[in-house]
Protein backbone atom coordinates (compact mmCIF):
# COMPACT_ATOMS: atom_id res chain seq x y z
CA UNK A 1 0.00 0.00 0.00
CA UNK A 2 1.09 3.41 -1.26
CA UNK A 3 2.38 5.07 2.58
CA UNK A 4 1.95 8.70 0.92
CA UNK A 5 -0.74 9.27 -1.94
CA UNK A 6 -1.00 12.22 -4.13
CA UNK A 7 -3.89 13.32 -7.08
CA UNK A 8 -3.89 13.44 -9.66
CA UNK A 9 -0.29 12.72 -10.84
CA UNK A 10 -0.78 14.89 -13.44
CA UNK A 11 -2.35 18.18 -14.15
CA UNK A 12 -2.44 20.27 -17.23
CA UNK A 13 -4.35 23.44 -17.08
CA UNK A 14 -4.74 26.51 -18.86
CA UNK A 15 -3.18 29.73 -17.69
CA UNK A 16 -6.15 31.53 -15.04
CA UNK A 17 -8.05 28.28 -13.80
CA UNK A 18 -8.18 27.05 -10.41
CA UNK A 19 -6.99 23.45 -9.60
CA UNK A 20 -6.34 21.52 -6.17
CA UNK A 21 -3.88 18.67 -5.64
CA UNK A 22 -4.68 15.84 -3.19
CA UNK A 23 -2.46 14.46 -0.64
CA UNK A 24 -2.97 11.38 2.08
CA UNK A 25 -1.10 9.39 4.28
CA UNK A 26 -1.24 6.38 6.08
CA UNK A 27 1.86 6.27 8.17
CA UNK A 28 0.21 7.78 11.32
CA UNK A 29 2.34 10.85 11.56
CA UNK A 30 1.30 14.22 12.13
CA UNK A 31 3.13 16.10 10.42
CA UNK A 32 2.75 16.98 6.42
CA UNK A 33 4.43 19.05 3.93
CA UNK A 34 4.32 20.49 0.29
CA UNK A 35 7.48 21.15 -1.66
CA UNK A 36 7.87 22.52 -5.11
CA UNK A 37 10.69 20.90 -7.84
CA UNK A 38 11.12 23.22 -10.53
CA UNK A 39 12.77 22.69 -13.70
CA UNK A 40 16.35 22.90 -11.95
CA UNK A 41 15.28 20.47 -9.78
CA UNK A 42 15.64 22.17 -6.43
CA UNK A 43 13.06 20.51 -3.60
CA UNK A 44 11.57 23.72 -1.63
CA UNK A 45 9.51 23.38 1.06
CA UNK A 46 6.28 25.61 0.68
CA UNK A 47 4.04 24.86 3.86
CA UNK A 48 4.03 22.50 6.75
CA UNK A 49 1.00 21.53 8.89
CA UNK A 50 1.48 19.44 12.11
CA UNK A 51 -1.65 18.36 13.93
CA UNK A 52 -3.48 20.30 11.15
CA UNK A 53 -1.63 23.60 12.55
CA UNK A 54 -0.09 25.51 9.86
CA UNK A 55 3.66 25.36 10.97
CA UNK A 56 5.79 26.65 8.24
CA UNK A 57 4.55 28.98 5.36
CA UNK A 58 7.15 30.03 3.18
CA UNK A 59 7.08 32.93 0.59
CA UNK A 60 4.67 31.34 -1.58
CA UNK A 61 1.90 33.83 -3.53
CA UNK A 62 -1.82 34.11 -1.58
CA UNK A 63 -3.21 32.40 -4.72
CA UNK A 64 -1.76 28.60 -3.06
CA UNK A 65 -3.95 27.98 -0.27
CA UNK A 66 -3.18 24.40 2.11
CA UNK A 67 -5.75 22.76 4.23
CA UNK A 68 -5.71 20.11 6.39
CA UNK A 69 -9.10 18.50 7.21
CA UNK A 70 -7.34 16.14 9.53
CA UNK A 71 -4.06 14.64 10.24
CA UNK A 72 -3.92 12.06 7.29
CA UNK A 73 -4.74 14.68 4.72
CA UNK A 74 -3.18 17.84 3.60
CA UNK A 75 -4.36 19.37 0.23
CA UNK A 76 -3.37 22.47 -1.99
CA UNK A 77 -5.29 24.70 -3.65
CA UNK A 78 -4.30 27.24 -6.58
CA UNK A 79 -6.04 30.04 -7.73
CA UNK A 80 -5.29 31.96 -11.02
CA UNK A 81 -2.40 29.61 -12.13
CA UNK A 82 0.31 31.08 -14.01
CA UNK A 83 2.97 29.67 -16.11
CA UNK A 84 5.45 30.05 -13.50
CA UNK A 85 3.34 27.58 -11.30
CA UNK A 86 4.71 24.44 -13.49
CA UNK A 87 6.29 22.34 -11.71
CA UNK A 88 6.17 19.10 -9.63
CA UNK A 89 4.88 18.99 -6.31
CA UNK A 90 5.46 16.91 -3.66
CA UNK A 91 3.75 15.94 -0.54
CA UNK A 92 5.04 14.70 2.35
CA UNK A 93 5.00 13.48 5.96
CA UNK A 94 6.90 12.66 8.96
CA UNK A 95 6.23 12.35 12.83
CA UNK A 96 6.64 14.86 15.02
CA UNK A 97 9.33 16.67 16.79
CA UNK A 98 12.86 15.16 16.90
CA UNK A 99 15.60 16.20 14.44
CA UNK A 100 15.93 13.12 12.53
CA UNK A 101 12.76 12.19 11.77
CA UNK A 102 12.60 10.71 7.97
CA UNK A 103 9.79 12.50 6.11
CA UNK A 104 7.81 10.04 3.80
CA UNK A 105 7.37 11.44 0.33
CA UNK A 106 4.56 10.70 -2.40
CA UNK A 107 5.19 10.53 -6.20
CA UNK A 108 4.70 13.83 -7.01
CA UNK A 109 2.16 15.75 -9.21
CA UNK A 110 3.35 17.16 -12.65
CA UNK A 111 1.41 20.84 -13.13
CA UNK A 112 1.76 21.74 -16.29
CA UNK A 113 0.10 25.20 -17.17
CA UNK A 114 -0.48 26.24 -20.64
CA UNK B 1 23.59 30.93 -3.57
CA UNK B 2 22.40 27.79 -2.26
CA UNK B 3 23.85 26.16 0.99
CA UNK B 4 24.02 23.03 -0.22
CA UNK B 5 26.25 22.14 -3.33
CA UNK B 6 26.19 18.75 -4.85
CA UNK B 7 29.15 17.33 -7.28
CA UNK B 8 29.51 16.05 -10.22
CA UNK B 9 26.02 17.30 -11.60
CA UNK B 10 25.68 13.73 -12.99
CA UNK B 11 27.74 10.66 -13.57
CA UNK B 12 27.51 7.69 -15.48
CA UNK B 13 29.19 4.67 -14.62
CA UNK B 14 29.06 0.91 -15.50
CA UNK B 15 27.36 -1.98 -13.41
CA UNK B 16 29.40 -3.24 -10.67
CA UNK B 17 31.81 -0.24 -10.52
CA UNK B 18 31.60 1.97 -7.44
CA UNK B 19 31.17 5.35 -7.65
CA UNK B 20 31.50 8.66 -4.71
CA UNK B 21 28.96 11.45 -4.99
CA UNK B 22 30.07 14.56 -3.02
CA UNK B 23 27.93 17.04 -1.03
CA UNK B 24 29.10 20.58 0.50
CA UNK B 25 27.11 22.71 2.88
CA UNK B 26 27.36 26.17 4.64
CA UNK B 27 24.30 25.65 6.68
CA UNK B 28 24.97 26.87 10.32
CA UNK B 29 24.18 25.92 12.86
CA UNK B 30 23.94 22.26 11.55
CA UNK B 31 21.45 19.23 13.13
CA UNK B 32 21.65 16.55 10.89
CA UNK B 33 22.40 15.78 7.08
CA UNK B 34 20.20 13.40 4.91
CA UNK B 35 21.29 11.29 1.58
CA UNK B 36 18.04 11.11 -0.41
CA UNK B 37 17.17 8.32 -3.75
CA UNK B 38 15.07 9.47 -6.24
CA UNK B 39 14.30 7.78 -9.05
CA UNK B 40 12.76 9.21 -12.34
CA UNK B 41 9.12 10.30 -11.69
CA UNK B 42 8.87 9.02 -8.12
CA UNK B 43 9.35 11.32 -4.88
CA UNK B 44 12.94 11.08 -2.47
CA UNK B 45 13.25 7.99 -0.82
CA UNK B 46 15.86 8.58 2.50
CA UNK B 47 19.24 6.61 2.45
CA UNK B 48 20.48 7.57 5.52
CA UNK B 49 20.47 10.49 8.32
CA UNK B 50 23.62 11.71 10.45
CA UNK B 51 23.99 13.64 13.13
CA UNK B 52 26.93 16.31 13.37
CA UNK B 53 28.48 14.01 15.74
CA UNK B 54 28.51 11.02 13.41
CA UNK B 55 31.25 10.34 10.56
CA UNK B 56 29.66 7.30 8.95
CA UNK B 57 26.14 5.67 7.92
CA UNK B 58 25.89 2.76 6.07
CA UNK B 59 22.35 1.33 4.77
CA UNK B 60 23.59 -1.69 2.33
CA UNK B 61 25.50 -0.66 -0.49
CA UNK B 62 25.15 2.53 0.51
CA UNK B 63 27.83 4.41 2.58
CA UNK B 64 27.75 8.28 3.81
CA UNK B 65 30.59 10.01 5.41
CA UNK B 66 30.15 13.12 7.00
CA UNK B 67 32.93 15.84 8.23
CA UNK B 68 31.18 18.38 10.11
CA UNK B 69 34.86 20.20 10.43
CA UNK B 70 34.97 20.88 6.55
CA UNK B 71 31.20 20.78 5.99
CA UNK B 72 31.94 17.91 3.56
CA UNK B 73 29.49 14.62 2.93
CA UNK B 74 30.39 11.79 0.92
CA UNK B 75 28.11 9.37 -0.24
CA UNK B 76 29.82 5.73 -1.90
CA UNK B 77 27.96 3.44 -3.57
CA UNK B 78 29.71 -0.10 -4.33
CA UNK B 79 28.68 -2.48 -6.56
CA UNK B 80 27.04 -0.82 -8.46
CA UNK B 81 23.14 -1.94 -9.89
CA UNK B 82 21.08 -1.00 -12.51
CA UNK B 83 18.80 0.21 -10.59
CA UNK B 84 20.98 2.42 -8.61
CA UNK B 85 20.57 4.96 -11.63
CA UNK B 86 18.69 7.91 -9.88
CA UNK B 87 19.15 11.65 -8.53
CA UNK B 88 20.98 11.16 -5.30
CA UNK B 89 19.91 14.56 -3.18
CA UNK B 90 21.88 15.86 0.07
CA UNK B 91 19.83 17.46 2.19
CA UNK B 92 20.89 19.45 5.62
CA UNK B 93 18.84 19.90 8.24
CA UNK B 94 19.68 23.01 10.32
CA UNK B 95 19.59 23.09 14.49
CA UNK B 96 17.02 25.27 15.31
CA UNK B 97 13.66 25.33 16.65
CA UNK B 98 11.64 22.87 14.44
CA UNK B 99 14.41 22.50 12.27
CA UNK B 100 13.02 18.49 10.97
CA UNK B 101 10.69 20.86 9.64
CA UNK B 102 12.36 23.70 7.32
CA UNK B 103 15.59 21.04 5.35
CA UNK B 104 17.69 22.59 2.47
CA UNK B 105 18.27 20.34 -0.13
CA UNK B 106 20.84 20.00 -2.70
CA UNK B 107 20.23 19.76 -6.30
CA UNK B 108 21.56 16.56 -6.74
CA UNK B 109 23.59 13.87 -8.80
CA UNK B 110 21.66 12.06 -11.35
CA UNK B 111 23.61 8.88 -12.05
CA UNK B 112 23.11 6.55 -14.33
CA UNK B 113 24.15 2.94 -14.28
CA UNK B 114 25.17 1.17 -17.51
CA UNK B 115 25.30 -2.24 -18.43
Known amino acids: DTAVSQTPKYLVTQMGNDKSIKCEQNLGHDTMYWYKQDSKKFLKIMFSYNNKELIINETVPNRFSPKSPDKAHLNLHINSLELGDSAVYFC?????????????FGAGTRLSVL | KNQVEQSPQSLIILEGKNCTLQCNYTVSPFSNLRWYKQDTGRGPVSLTI?????NTKSNGRYTATLDADTKQSSLHITASQLSDSASYIC??????????????FGKGTLLTVNP
Open chain 2, 50 to 54: MTFSE
Open chain 1, 92 to 104: ASSRAGGTQNIQY
Open chain 2, 91 to 104: VVSPRSGGSNYKLT
